[in-house]
């Protein structure tokens, strides 16, 4: 039998954000730690904490802990998430030279996101296998001087816990119409201050209305754009638990997360999870990740085109229930933690074999 390839798994956190590209590393770490394979974390996210650390994986703070409870230890795989944080990123490079290892890298974050585009793309290129989530990143990557040979595209998944009560989330915060689902960090790129303005829009042609948004105020005058917009059927929970998270997807009629630079949010296969269809922005690749008129909505330009899709999506019910049963399939069909940790398992061997 084929002897499983020993991986460090290194990401940086965003504190209390809990990002996307950090579920994506803990839960595809998860699933790569089995019997027959050593595998350890260096990070600094939260997620090395509580309910969303994996069982029996070593986590690290520093390469000097790490070096002092596993010495010796030569992992054959170095394994890097989000180029949004590139100082982790480039740790990882240098710890697979250092262990001549094969260095697998996932960028989890759209270029307009990168702090440092230049270093980001050279990291890309010294990659042995990089794990894209569409179409137009393997585009954008092939641009940078990637070989095509070495992208392997992966599947998504959802992260959700517990079973959700739509109903239960409903009655505690008072909500007794339509209700539009934001969720996500309030960063300009997620589009959070464009859906804020289309609010009034919507209200005026579909008073009974609710948005509820989710996440924290990763930009600093977010907390200031909230209060100038509140309103009584407007709820700004902030961050909440892991079980309110996925009440509020099962309980509201779509998620919309009219983000500009993406690549896949995580959010969208917890939407569809839940059955609700997603109403996104217009960012590079969308037409990748969901299907138009099918599980989901590309929003019209600024806050009036968003309030347009809005509007139209919520008056046709049996639209709207037609696109949630699409996605529910789909995500049952495509997605899983499982089917990323195949593919990833898949891209380590094609690599290995390449390197020696």
Known sequence: MTSLPDVLVVFGGYGRDFAGAERMAWRTLERLARPGRRVAVLTDSVGATGEHRPRAVPVFGSEADLRRALPGWRPSVVHAFDLALPAWV????????????????????????????????????????????????????????????????????????????????????????RMVLFAGRRTASKGYRRLLAATGPVWERLPDTWFAFIGSNADADAEAAFLANAAPRLLDLGMVDEQTKHDALAACDLLCLPTVADV?????????????????????????????????????????????????????????????????????????????????????????????
Not at 297 to 310: F, I, R, Y
């Open 90 to 177: 480039e740790a990882a490079a240098e710890l697979a030279d250092r262990y001549r290892a094969t260095f697998a890298l996932t960028p989890a974050s759209a270029v307009q996101v990168w702090p440092e585009p230049e270093t980001a793309a050279a990291l890309c290129r010294r990659a042995d296998v990089l794990f894209t989530l569409n179409d137009t990143e393997n585009t954008v990557l092939t641009g940078y001087g990637v070989p095509p040979w070495r992208i392997r595209a992966i599947p998504h998944a959802a992260d959700l816990v517990g079973t959700p009560d739509a109903s239960g989330f409903r009655r505690r915060y008072g909500v007794d119409g």
């Open 264 to 356: 896949f949010p995580l959010v969208f296969v917890e939407a569809w999870t839940c059955g609700r269809p997603v109403v996104s922005g217009d960012f590079p690749g969308v037409d990748d990740v969901l299907r138009p008129g099918v599980d989901g909505l590309v929003a019209g330009p600024g806050p009036s085109g968003l309030a347009t899709t809005l509007i139209d999506a919520l008056r046709d019910e049996k639209g709207l229930a037609a696109m949630g049963q699409a996605a529910l399939l789909r995500a049952g069909r495509e997605f899983g933690w499982d089917k990323v940790a195949a593919a990833v398992e898949g891209g380590y061997g094609s690599a290995i074999g390449r390197t020696g």
